[in-house]
């Protein structure tokens, strides 16, 4: 430590030093951890852990993060609490000394002058068939939830002292629901369909004004809506802004004044997706209602005590049995957050594994095939445009908002050299034109060359594969510009084999820190996306669509209400095409997060998984993927695309919502002991004692005086608990 030197903030500095991986020399006392250091919570947790090792600080429970925003108040916190001097210096990041040596300058690691171009680049991971077939793969499928008769109740009450908010339909469910209420004394505050976003606000603060608000029933999502093909990009936009925008200003507002979030309080939406939520033989009826399911499950994430359902319904005129489900929904089954109402039964939404096919009327791919891809610019995409090229040496328009790639751009040359010696020369660049050079201003810049690189990536491996590599700068956002891509596609070519679109991006904010112009940033890139691209396509024949959904879309994620909601409507559009588009195969994969590629092996996220019992994709599975799907058989539907998905597919509840009481087991057969929950991964689980003195037919079956099981008992197991598990079928108390 230099002669002088604060030891307090020395020692703090050491710290961040080591777990963060910046240089002493950005690391100011005055910038704020999130914004100018790129220190998310999670590492700012654990920055917050070392620090109180490191001064024997005891942990106190009600420390929130954000009244430290900086490291300045970072030290004036130890400087409050220390009970000891700072101990050893914290050891240097890892491989933190190797790499400054390595790239103290761009291409320093090289011998001889600087190329005047970017050397011919490659994917840092390719495709192993192999890989892929060591890990599981998953569609989601309705399964078969007991009435909501024999589930707990949700903890929700629904009386005299209740108020709640109903975001009013155009069919007239939300007459009958608010009638149903009232005759429970419930008050209701009734938002009219469409209500302008503006004037939200105001109602909501005189509602509040009033009193505690317990709940929000959303029924926007019920109203009808044409084919996305029948609507303009205003339709669009409208559609959308009452079905999922609105819901965001809503529950931000209600969240925010601690309304919606705890125990008690609830969130309950509803569709018209056809009672399965799109997973069924007929597909998505209505599939802008999978925007408002993504928020809901997102936000059950971001609120576990809240109650969240997202109850789906077929598309007709009824009126009266949807709002009493609805308040069905509310009060009973705190086990599942998607609930689909078909044919008199209640469906979950849970997991099939299903493997790959053999090939048998997979999609041949040919240096014929023409092919359409956005956000081409990412690592994980070039790397999969890679792998196609490779299998076909086909044609492949590659779409980013990044302008095309120049071989000879001496930022690119540098960092193809060498990221961390590029980081140094951003640094002079920035103090050169008086900016400070703060960590996040240094990634960003290196994100833009990240991407431009990727992009050069994709170009050139396209090319070496024998194919042809046209290159579109374009905002997806833009229909003017989207549309003139498409119309040379179509002049060129006439058709598009594959459309593969994965632009998107995701800002992680926690729904009250989430302001309408980031949350629309996030939902649109996805969601204008994939509508500018169809709507341009017109009649263009498209042999497949594969849209990039996430585990975000499938679950629900924390701080994701955006990023859920159109991955999420992603999904159901892609389910919609069994009958909008029947020619064309819909397919959405729901990534987990990758390993090694894409930004989600940096920062916590890794952390984050690991502790969540979520496996992180390995990036030589996930890009052999989606050929696998085009080429292994004719599926169109969603895939979960993961290994171990840990807390996500954790039961909410320990018997899975079902109150085990209510279900009478003594005329259920001599195989059926107790019942012990019906979880929506786990399914239908009894516990039999097999005891002779109750079930005497195991005095017939022995060897040599060993009591066994016969084996048609056990089939006549399986049937008494399928019998148990249909629906009005089994007795109950």
């Known amino acids: 430590m230099p002669q002088g030197e604060d030891p307090v903030a020395a020692a703090v500095l050491d710290v961040v030093e080591s777990l963060t991986g910046y240089p002493r020399d950005l690391l100011d006392l005055d910038l704020d951890l999130e914004a100018d250091l790129g220190v998310d919570t999670v590492k700012q947790a654990e920055v917050f852990a070392a620090v109180r090792e490191r001064f024997a600080i005891p942990r106190q429970d009600d420390l929130k993060l954000r009244d430290f925003p900086t490291l300045a108040h970072v030290i004036g916190f130890v400087r409050d609490h220390a009970t000891a001097t700072p101990g050893a210096q914290a050891p240097a990041a890892p491989g933190a000394g190797k790499a400054a040596a390595a790239d103290a300058a761009p291409g320093a690691a090289a011998a001889g002058p600087t190329p005047r171009t970017v050397p011919a680049a490659a994917p840092a991971f390719t495709a192993d068939d192999e890989a892929i077939q060591r890990l599981p793969r998953r569609i989601p499928v309705p399964v078969l939830r007991p009435p909501a008769g024999w589930c707990k109740p949700t903890g929700v009450n629904l009386g005299q002292d209740t108020r709640v908010i109903v975001m009013a339909d155009e069919g007239g469910v939300a007459p009958k629901l608010v009638s149903r209420l009232g005759a429970l004394g419930v008050t209701t505050l009734v938002l009219d369909p469409g209500c302008a976003t503006a004037r939200l606000d105001s109602r909501l603060a005189a509602w509040l004004d009033g009193g505690p608000v317990h709940g929000l029933y959303w029924l926007a999502g019920l109203d009808s809506e044409p084919p996305v093909s029948e609507l303009d990009l205003a339709g669009w936009h409208e559609a959308l802004r009452r079905r999922v925008k609105n819901l965001h200003a809503v529950v931000r507002r209600l969240d925010t004044a601690g309304q919606l979030g705890p125990a008690g309080t609830f969130l309950v939406t509803a569709t018209r997706l056809g009672?399965?939520?799109?997973?069924?033989?007929?597909?998505?009826?209505?599939?802008?209602?999978?925007?408002?399911?993504?928020?809901?499950?997102?936000?059950?994430?971001?609120?576990?005590?809240?109650?969240a359902k997202a109850v789906d319904f077929p598309a007709t005129r009824k009126t009266a049995a949807p709002a009493d489900a609805l308040i069905e929904e509310t009060l009973r089954d705190p086990g599942a957050i998607e609930i689909g109402r078909a044919g008199g039964r209640r469906f979950a939404v849970g997991l099939r594994e299903a493997p790959f096919g053999d090939g048998s009327g997979g999609m041949a791919l040919s240096s014929q095939t023409v092919f359409a891809v956005t956000g081409a610019a990412g690592a994980i995409v070039s790397a999969i445009v890679a792998d196609l090229a490779k299998a076909s040496g086909g044609t492949f328009h590659l779409l980013d908002l990044a302008p095309e790639p120049d071989p000879a751009d001496e930022d690119l040359i540098a960092f193809a050299a060498g990221r961390e010696g590029f980081k140094a020369v951003i640094t002079q660049r920035l103090a050169a034109s008086g900016t400070r050079p703060t960590p996040v201003l240094i990634e960003r810049e290196l994100a833009r060359d990240d991407r431009l690189y990727s992009a050069l990536i994709a170009i050139q491996s396209v090319r070496a594969a024998g194919g042809e590599a046209c290159y579109h700068a374009v905002d997806l956002t833009d229909p003017g510009a989207v549309g003139a891509v498409m119309d040379g596609i179509r002049e060129r070519h006439g058709r598009v084999d594959v459309?593969?679109?994965?632009?998107?991006?995701?800002?992680?904010?926690?729904?009250?820190?989430?302001?309408?112009?980031?949350?629309?940033?996030?939902?649109?890139?996805?969601?204008?996306?994939?509508?500018?691209?169809?709507?341009?396509?017109?009649?263009?024949?498209?042999?497949?669509?594969?849209?990039?959904?996430?585990?975000?879309?499938?679950?629900?994620?924390?701080?994701?209400?955006?990023?859920?909601?159109?991955?999420?409507?992603?999904?159901?559009?892609m389910s919609s095409f069994r009958a909008t588009r029947p020619g064309t195969r819909g397919i959405a994969l729901d990534w987990t997060a990758w390993g090694g590629l894409g930004m989600a092996t940096r920062g916590s996220i890794p952390k984050v998984m690991a502790m969540a019992g979520i496996e992180m994709l390995p990036p030589e599975a996930g890009i052999a993927w989606i050929r696998q799907e085009l080429t292994a058989g004719p599926f169109r539907g969603e895939v979960v695309a993961a290994g171990k998905l840990g807390m996500m597919t954790a039961e909410l509840d320990p018997t899975g919502g079902l109150d085990v009481s209510a279900i009478g087991t003594a005329a259920a057969g001599p195989m059926i002991g107790s019942v012990t929950g019906?979880?929506?991964?786990?399914?239908?689980?009894?516990?039999?004692?097999?005891?002779?003195?109750?079930?005497?037919?195991?005095?017939?079956?022995?060897?040599?005086?060993l009591t066994v099981l016969p084996g048609v008992m056990g089939a006549e197991a399986f049937a008494e608990v399928a019998r148990l598990a249909a629906v009005g079928r089994a007795p109950a108390h």
């Not at 007929?282 to 809240?306: I, N, Q, S």
């Not at 593969?500 to 729904?511: E, K, P, Q, V």
């Not at 786990?682 to 037919?697: N, R």
């Open 499 to 573: 459309l593969l679109h994965a632009a998107g991006l995701d800002i992680s904010h926690a729904i009250a820190d989430k302001e309408p112009r980031e949350y629309d940033l996030v939902f649109d890139v996805k969601s204008d996306g994939l509508f500018n691209l169809l709507h341009a396509a017109g009649d263009l024949p498209i042999g497949a669509v594969v849209a990039f959904s996430s585990v975000a879309g499938r679950f629900g994620n924390m701080g994701q209400t955006d990023y859920s909601a159109a991955n999420d409507l992603l999904c159901k559009i």
């Open 275 to 307: 009672g399965y939520h799109g997973y069924d033989d007929v597909g998505a009826v209505a599939p802008l209602g999978g925007a408002v399911t993504g928020f809901t499950k997102a936000y059950r994430r971001e609120r576990p005590d809240v109650l």
């Open 678 to 705: 019906m979880g929506i991964y786990s399914g239908l689980t009894v516990e039999t004692t097999l005891d002779p003195a109750t079930q005497p037919f195991l005095h017939d079956h022995q060897i040599e005086s």
